[in-house]
């Protein structure tokens, strides 16, 4: 029996690393759209026809969830480096070097990110990094990243720069962060008329690097995320309320399922462990993310 046991496991093992295998072979492009402030709770009421189409052409929730305290800098962090604040040390909204000590540290000389493991597995592979908040720019390997621009709070300027990267530089990995709605929740709150009026704008910026993926014939081969680090209450966010802690987690593209709303439980850190996944990379010992393979087809 125990055998038995022990021979099933190496066969399921198997399995996962083969499809694993042949998921990243159908994939050649990731990208990741990042909504600073979007909570959950205006999902599937706001008016975001870029936004739906993609959760009707892949797999979504309105349920994932951000790490404690619901503040941005930590579940930025959370997002990008596959752990938790007790990992990677990282605790404040604002947090520019970790709190904590790291548990472990790279040779970059931080917690690994996404960015440091693939750039250790695929040496020649191209990334960029688009960021309008500039806190982003203290959570990643910037030695790791071929392209890296700080948008300085310009959204629009963020999603123009990125749909140009997209379509010259084709690169296997871009991420890029939108201040909004965030601005607008701290300025005017969250659940306002004026949110959902920015959730707007903002879905004209998704839609314009959807687009150029598109445009740079690169759909088919291409995966896109979109979520957010944590939503808010009131004018603020850091607390423990479901519209604070609940974030989307939409996701489309090659091997996805399609109109599929996600039941998995869905933590931000289980992101990076999603991209290290459908790239066929091997996530470090220190994260604590679980790739969402719900999404994908079997």
Not at 15 to 34: D, F, R, Y
């Amino acid at each position: 029996m125990n055998m038995k046991k022990i021979l099933l496991g190496a066969l399921l093992s198997l399995a996962v690393g083969l499809t694993s295998q042949a998921q990243s072979k159908k994939i050649k492009h990731v990208v990741l759209i990042g909504c600073d402030g979007f909570g959950a709770y205006a999902l599937q009421e706001a008016k975001m026809p870029n936004l739906k189409a993609l959760m009707s052409n892949g797999s979504w929730t309105d349920k994932a969830r951000c790490v404690l305290p619901s503040s941005s800098a930590v579940n930025w962090a959370s997002l990008l480096m596959g752990a938790g604040p007790t990992e990677h040390g990282y605790t404040e909204w604002d947090s520019k070097v970790p709190e904590i000590p790291s548990a472990t540290k790279t040779a970059y000389g931080i917690f690994p990110t996404i960015f440091s493991v693939i750039r250790d597995q695929k040496k020649d592979a191209k990334t960029a990094v688009v960021y309008s908040w500039g806190g982003i720019g203290y959570l990643f390997e910037k030695q790791a990243v071929n392209i890296v621009i700080d948008g300085k709070d310009k959204d629009d300027f963020c999603a123009d720069t990125t749909a140009a990267i997209i379509k010259k530089e084709k690169p296997y990995f871009t991420f890029v962060h939108f201040d909004e709605p965030d601005h607008t929740g701290h300025a005017i709150g969250h659940r306002t008329p004026e949110y959902y009026k920015q959730l707007e704008s903002v879905d004209q910026r998704i839609g314009k690097v959807v687009l150029a993926v598109k445009d740079a014939g690169i759909a088919d081969e291409t995966i896109v995320l979109v979520t957010a680090d944590h939503g808010g209450t009131g004018k603020g966010h850091g607390g423990k309320s479901l519209d604070e802690i609940q974030i989307p987690w939409i996701i489309a593209g090659p091997g996805v399922r399609k109109n599929h709303e996600l039941k998995d439980v869905i933590i931000t850190y289980d992101t990076a462990a999603t991209l290290a996944w459908v790239m066929g990379l091997q996530q470090p010992q220190s994260w604590r993310g679980k790739p969402v393979q719900e999404a994908f087809a079997k």
